[in-house]
């Protein structure tokens, strides 16, 4: 027994300079290379930095960290913080349980809730937390000896939270760990690889050189966008985003509106508004984008259905958001050229039979813009209108690779006219090999203008509900 405790202690010793020991022993994990080389770094040096495609493990490291700093240190804070309530407490928080329940010793030890993880004998001292990174105040107050900050998704925190960081590395045994994708060309995460790597120690993890990353995920992005587009730089090498030649929407913009908290909008003139593009041909897909205010609800797909069935989605998917953000009225703006204008039609009837409060509007892409000094035409303009939305900063977009990719791969030019003019979907389709339907029905769900239901608007006699 003696010889045990005396094993044990010799252990612990280890572990607290040596996490990957402790990830393999205690958590019993299999760290990949990338993986143990950041945990050897982490256990000497003070600040690391890893930035690298989609799904290589960056999480779950984080995950290991947390661990490892509430086992091996007294009295321990541990502040965690996500640009988004959905990375924070869907993606990192339920990462941790799944790893401290690997270890009985573990699960005895500390307690894990739903923003903090406690030792269960002295809750109030000792404890990992998460904090959101809307304001610099959530990652204040902590002055520890042993601190240990954790920022997933890094690009998305602005830097004003990073100076409150900053403030509370006072101490020897006071660590830093960045992790995420490499979204944004400024800010403490691109520093922390140029200017202050001095500070750091870095790593990149590509796609490519994951196991744990299918090959068809990055092989797909590559053969679509190429290796050299920004889609593919971000979303599979790890490197940062160099804004494509002719692009209208540059990634970063796109990237940091998928990784923005937006509150739907509950005030009552705030309505629903739905974007549809509907496929053509056998493999596009039909794309329904719904949206409050500056927040995008969602991105439902689907292939290879007939006209009728695609209408009664529509219309569920429609109905079914009114009801739960309790909205009265709603418009979708539906792609009425080609195989969409049939759906405008029946959607138009089936509304009138069932006495629906959505208004369907037919819009064009070709049609004119508003502005007709500046765009060629409306589809140009609309693209712009939410170009504009994304420099501004105010709207929030679902996680998606292909909307991702569509937005920041569509190129513009300027005609003789001196106007804006938007690549046309031909051209996008020949140089992309597939439509970019998730983009233009995202485009329509914030669109402004396009033509109102006739039958509607003689019903309401002028009287205007909404818009
Ligand atoms: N070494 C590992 N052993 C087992 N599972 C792992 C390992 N690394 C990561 N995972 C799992 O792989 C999935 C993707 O990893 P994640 O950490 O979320 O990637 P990232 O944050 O880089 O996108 C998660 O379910 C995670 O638990
Ligand atoms: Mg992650």
């Keep these: 027994m003696a010889a045990n405790v005396e094993e044990f202690a010799q252990q612990m010793k280890r572990y607290i300079t040596d996490p990957a020991a402790f990830v393999v022993n205690v958590l019993d994990a299999h760290p990949d290379k990338w993986q143990e080389e950041a945990l050897q770094a982490i256990g000497t040096k003070p600040r690391i930095s890893v930035r690298s495609g989609h799904g290589v493990g960056k999480t779950a490291f984080e995950a290991w960290c947390v661990s490892w700093f509430l086992f091996t240190r007294p009295y321990p804070k541990i502040p965690c913080t996500a640009p988004t309530q959905q990375q924070l407490f869907d993606i990192l928080w339920p990462e941790i349980s799944k790893w401290l329940k690997r270890s009985p010793l573990l699960d005895e030890l500390f307690e894990w809730q739903k923003t903090k993880v406690t030792m269960r004998a002295m809750p109030e001292r000792w404890f990992a937390t998460a904090r959101t990174a809307s304001k610099p105040e959530n990652m204040a107050g902590f002055h520890e000896e042993h601190l240990l900050f954790i920022c997933d998704e890094a690009s998305g925190i602005d830097d004003g939270i990073y100076e ?3 403030g509370a590395l006072t101490t020897s045994d006071a660590k830093l760990i960045l992790c995420g994708n490499p979204t944004k060309n400024s800010g403490v995460f691109k520093r922390s690889f140029f200017e202050d790597r001095d500070l750091y120690w870095t790593k990149r993890v590509s796609c490519m050189d994951a196991a744990r990353v299918s090959d068809e995920y990055s092989q797909r992005l590559i053969k679509q966008y190429g290796m050299d587009s920004d889609v593919v730089r971000v979303r599979v090498l790890g490197e940062f985003p160099k804004a494509e030649p002719d692009g209208l929407i540059p990634l970063e913009l796109v990237e940091a509106a998928m990784m923005r908290d937006a509150e739907t909008d509950v005030d009552a003139d705030v309505m629903l508004d739905v974007g549809a593009d509907i496929a053509r041909f056998g493999d596009d897909e039909t794309i329904i984008v719904p949206r409050i205010g500056s927040k995008v609800l969602g991105l439902f797909h689907f292939t290879k259905q007939d006209l009728m069935t695609t209408c009664g989605k529509l219309l569920n998917i429609t109905k079914g958001m009114m009801k739960d953000y309790a909205k009265p009225f709603a418009t979708i703006r539906v792609d009425d050229d080609g195989v969409g ?6 959607l138009r009837e089936v509304i009138l039979q069932d006495g629906l409060n959505i208004d369907v509007v037919a819009c064009h892409n070709g049609g004119r813009a508003n502005d007709k000094e500046h765009y060629a035409n409306w589809v140009t303009e609309q693209w712009c209108g939410l170009k504009q939305r994304l ?15 569509q937005l920041s791969t569509r190129k513009y030019s300027v005609n003789s006219r001196d106007q804006i003019i938007l690549e046309d979907k031909k051209s996008y389709k020949k140089r992309i090999h597939r439509s970019p339907d998730r983009a233009d029905a995202l485009v329509l769900a914030f669109a402004n203008g396009g033509e109102t239901d006739p039958g509607l608007a003689a019903l309401l006699g002028g009287v205007k509900l909404y818009g």
Aim: charged content about 35%.
């Design 164 to 166: 409150t960081i900053e």
């Design 341 to 346: 204008g049939g759906v405008t039609d029946r």
């Design 391 to 405: 420099v501004d900063g105010d709207i929030s977009l679902p996680q998606d690779d292909e909307l991702a990719a």
